[in-house]
C-alpha cells in the first residue's frame, strides 16, 4: 500500500514539475500547481504517521506477547482505536479478495502467529484454503483443505452460539479427541477460531495456528479477535453490497442502453425508426446549409396491398414479408451504396435517406431514379415464406435536397406526396417530386381529413338506380349508389372519394353505413307499399369488407335489425376484386349464400375474363359491363362477347343483368335476344334516384 501511494504521489509531483516548467501558465496556474504539490505533500506525511501509529501499537503488542504477560490493554479506546486503523486501511482493499488477504495478514503481524487462515465457508465445505499467512512454507495449507474439524457439521453449529473456540493445547487431556485428531497430524499446538457471521449462518472462520509449541492465548488477544471476525463480517457485507451496486449499476447501464436502441429502432425489422431517420435527415439538411454540394435524396416506399396480405395469410406471414423487404433494400445499399440509411417509418412503409449524390441536377435525377427502379425489381421477385410464394411490389416516391426547402421534413413530405402520384400510376411504379404535385396532394389530403368526418357530419346520402325485366318492363329492384355532397366542393364524384376510401379503410364503415341506410329505405318501402314485397336492392361491396373475419356477421345483423328478407339484398362484388383474394372469397360468398344473400358479379368480362372460375363459385349473377354494352349496336366483337356470356349464365342457372343501357337500339338489341332471366338498367331506363323520386317511381308502376 505504501509502495503504491509513493509512485502515485511521485507520479503527481513530476506531472506538476512538468507543467510549472511552461512559460505559458497564468499566475492562478502557478498557484493552483502549488497548492496541489503541498496538498500531495501533506498526504505523505499523514500516511507516514499512521503507519508510524500503526507500527508502535504492532511493538506494544509485540512486547506484551513475549513477555507472556496476563495483562490487557489499559484502556477500551486502545483495541478500538487499533481496530479502526487497521479496519481503515482493510477498507482500501479493490475487492473481497485482496481484502481477506489483507486481513490474513494483519491479524498475521498483530500477533506474530505462525498461521492465520480466512477460509470462507460453502454448502459442501469443499473449497480448499485461498487466504493465509504464515511465518513458514512448510506449515502453508495454501491450495489445500483445511483441518477437518473446522469443516465439522456440529463444531460449526457450536461456533454459531459461542462465537469463537480457543484451544491453548491440543495434548490437553480436556481436548475434544476430534480437534487433537485433526490438529495434531499437522504439527498444530494450539489454535482459535473465530466466527465470521452473516445473517443466520457463519460467513467463515478467521483461524489462527500456533506450530511445535503450545500457546497460552491471552483473554485479549482472543476479544480482539472476536472484534476483528465482527467488524470483517460488517465489511464483507458492505463489499457484497457494493459489488452488487456494481452489477445493478452496469445492468442498468445495459437495459438504459437497450431502451435507447429501441426508441431509435424497430423491434421487427431492426431497421431505424421514424425518429431515427428524422435524425439522419436533420443532420443531412445541417450540412447541406453549410455545404451546398452536400446534395441528398429522400426515397418514400409504400408496400402495395399489404393489408389484403395481413388480411389472407395472417400477421405473422406479414411481419416476415416487411423483415425480408427490409432485407432486399439493405442488400442493395451493402452491394452498391454505402451512404444510405434505410428506415422502417411506419406498418408498411420504409424511408430511405442517400446521402452526397451527384451534384448535377440531371446526374442525380438519374441516379435516383435508377436506384428506385433497382428497389422495384429486387421487391418484385417472389417471396418464399413459409411455404407460402408471394408477389407483392411497392410504389416510390423521391425528392431531392433543395436549398429552398426550410425544414427536413418537407423533404420527406414531398417524398410522400410523390410516392401517392406513383399510385395513381398504378401499382409498382416510382414517381419523382414535382411542384406541380403539391396543390393535388394538398387537396387530396384535405378531401381524406374530411373524408372520416362525412358520415357523422351526414354528407352521404343515396340514390337508387331502378332495375328493370328486360320483356316486361317490371320494376325488380334498385341498385344503391352512393353520393357525397361536401360543404365547400359540393357533388365530389365517387371515383374521386372511393378510392381514397379504399386506401384509408374508411370504406369499411362506410360500406356498412350503405348497407344498414338501404335495408332501412328497402323496410320503409314494404311498409308503404306491401303488394313489392319481393323488391331487391342490390349493393357494391368492398374487397376490405369482404376480407374482415366478421363480415358475414355483420351482415347478417345489419339485415335481421332492419327487419328484411336476406333473399332481397344483393351483394355486388368486381370480378377483379374476387381474383385478387379468391380463396377468402369464396368462403365468404359460401357464407353469404348460407343466410340467403344473393352475390352478383359486377362488371362482368372486364376483369380475369375467366369463365372457369364461375362454376366453383357461388354466384347467383352476372353484371354485363357498359364497355359492352355501349358498342353492342355497332361492334360485333362485343355483340359476341355479350352472346357467350348470356350462354354461359345459360348453361350455369344464372340471371343476368345487363348495365348501361343508353339508347333505345340499345335496349332492343337485348330484347331481340331473348332469355327470361335478363334484367337491364341504365339511364334510358332512368337515372338514379333520391329516396322521395324513387319512391314516385315505385308508386307509378303498381
Known amino acids: 500500500m505504501r509502495e503504491q501511494l509513493s509512485n502515485t504521489l511521485a507520479a503527481l509531483f513530476d506531472c506538476t514539475n512538468r507543467i510549472s516548467e511552461s512559460s505559458s501558465l497564468t499566475f492562478q496556474e ?104 504464515v511465518n513458514n512454507s512448510r506449515y502453508s495449507l495454501l491450495g489445500q483443505a483445511i483441518p477437518s474439524v473446522y469443516k465439522d457439521p456440529q463444531w460449526i453449529e457450536e461456533l454459531q452460539i459461542c462465537f469463537s473456540k480457543v484451544i491453548h493445547d491440543v495434548n490437553h487431556p480436556d481436548v475434544d479427541p476430534k480437534i487433537s485428531a485433526s490438529l495434531i497430524p499437522l504439527g498444530i499446538h494450539s489454535a482459535i477460531a473465530v466466527a465470521i457471521p452473516s445473517s443466520k449462518k457463519l460467513w467463515g472462520l478467521l483461524i489462527v495456528h500456533q506450530y511445535d509449541v503450545s500457546n497460552a492465548w491471552q483473554p485479549w488477544e482472543i476479544e480482539l479477535l472476536e472484534k476483528i471476525g465482527t467488524q470483517l463480517a460488517i465489511v464483507i457485507h458492505q463489499m457484497q453490497l457494493l459489488v452488487k451496486s456494481d452489477d445493478i449499476r452496469i445492468e442498468r447501464d445495459r437495459i438504459i442502453a437497450e431502451l435507447h436502441y429501441n426508441q431509435l429502432h424497430d423491434s421487427l425489422t431492426g431497421l431505424p425508426n421514424r425518429d431515427s431517420f428524422m435524425e439522419s435527415l436533420d443532420l443531412a439538411f445541417a450540412r447541406l446549409q453549410t455545404d451546398p454540394d452536400r446534395n441528398f435524396a429522400v426515397f418514400f416506399i409504400d408496400c402495395d396491398r399489404f393489408k389484403s396480405i395481413n388480411d389472407n395469410y395472417g400477421i405473422s406471414i406479414g411481419d416476415q414479408l416487411l423483415q425480408e423487404i427490409s432485407n432486399r433494400i439493405t442488400a442493395l445499399r451493402n452491394n452498391n451504396i454505402t451512404n444510405m440509411t ?78 401517392y402520384h406513383s399510385r395513381s400510376l398504378g401499382k409498382g411504379k416510382q414517381a419523382l417530386f414535382r411542384t406541380t404535385m403539391n396543390q393535388g396532394s ?25 332495375i328493370v325485366s328486360l320483356h316486361e318492363h317490371n320494376l325488380t329492384g334498385f341498385e344503391v349508389l352512393l353520393r357525397w355532397m361536401h360543404p365547400l366542393h359540393g357533388l365530389i364524384s365517387p371515383q374521386e372519394f372511393l378510392p381514397i376510401a379504399e386506401e384509408t379503410g374508411e370504406i369499411i364503415q362506410i360500406g356498412y353505413w350503405v348497407l344498414e341506410t338501404a335495408c332501412r329505405q328497402l323496410y320503409q318501402w314494404q311498409q308503404e307499399f306491401p303488394d313489392i314485397s319481393l323488391l331487391t336492392i342490390g349493393i357494391n361491396i368492398s374487397a376490405l369488407q369482404v376480407i374482415q373475419s366478421d363480415f358475414v356477421e355483420r351482415i347478417q345483423q345489419i339485415i335481421l335489425a332492419n327487419k328484411v328478407l336476406p333473399s332481397l339484398i344483393k351483394l355486388e362484388i368486381t370480378e377483379s376484386m374476387l381474383m385478387d383474394n379468391i380463396e377468402i372469397s369464396s368462403q365468404k360468398l359460401d357464407q353469404l349464400r348460407e343466410i340467403g344473400v344473393q352475390v352478383y358479379i359486377d362488371d362482368f368480362g372486364t376483369g380475369y ?26 361492334d360485333v366483337k362485343s355483340q359476341r362477347i355479350i352472346q357467350s356470356i348470356l350462354r354461359l349464365a345459360n348453361n350455369l342457372g344464372m340471371g343476368v343483368v345487363v348495365e348501361g343501357i343508353e339508347t333505345a337500339q340499345e335496349l332492343d338489341y337485348f330484347e331481340g335476344l331473348g332469355g327470361i332471366s335478363i334484367e337491364v338498367q341504365g339511364f334510358y331506363i332512368s337515372h338514379p334516384l333520391d329516396s322521395e323520386k324513387a319512391t314516385q317511381w315505385i308508386q307509378s308502376t303498381i
Open 30 to 133: 502557478q498557484d493552483d500547481l502549488q497548492n496541489i504539490t503541498a496538498i500531495g505533500e501533506t498526504l505523505a506525511s499523514c500516511f507516514n504517521d499512521l503507519e508510524a501509529e500503526i507500527n508502535l501499537l504492532k511493538q506494544r503488542i509485540k512486547r506484551l506477547s513475549q513477555s507472556n504477560l496476563s495483562v490487557e490493554f489499559d484502556d477500551v479506546n486502545e483495541t478500538n482505536i487499533l481496530l479502526a486503523l487497521i479496519f481503515a486501511r482493510l477498507r482500501q482493499s479493490i475487492n473481497i479478495d485482496e481484502l481477506l488477504d489483507n486481513v490474513a495478514l494483519e491479524v498475521y503481524q498483530l500477533l506474530q502467529s505462525d498461521q492465520v487462515i480466512v477460509y470462507q465457508l460453502t454448502e459442501q465445505n469443499q473449497s480448499l484454503t485461498q487466504y493465509e499467512a
Open 342 to 419: 434505410i428506415a422502417r417509418i411506419d406498418s408498411d412503409e420504409f424511408a430511405v435517406l442517400v446521402e452526397n449524390i451527384d451534384r448535377e441536377e440531371v446526374s442525380r435525377e438519374n441516379f435516383v431514379v435508377h436506384l428506385a427502379e433497382q428497389i422495384l425489381e429486387s421487391i418484385k421477385e417472389p417471396f418464399s415464406i413459409n411455404e407460402n410464394q408471394i408477389f407483392t411490389s411497392v410504389s416510390i416516391g423521391i425528392a431531392i435536397s433543395d436549398l429552398e426547402y426550410s425544414y427536413a421534413n418537407e423533404i420527406l413530405r414531398d417524398a410522400c406526396v410523390a410516392m
Open 609 to 634: 375474363s375467366s369463365f372457369s372460375y364461375l362454376q366453383n363459385l357461388p354466384i347467383d349473377v352476372l353484371k354485363i359491363d357498359r364497355s359492352f354494352t355501349n358498342r353492342v349496336s355497332t
Open 442 to 466: 394538398k387537396v387530396r389530403w384535405q378531401l381524406e381529413s374530411d373524408l372520416r368526418h362525412a358520415i357523422a357530419r351526414q354528407e352521404f346520402y343515396l340514390v337508387y338506380q331502378p
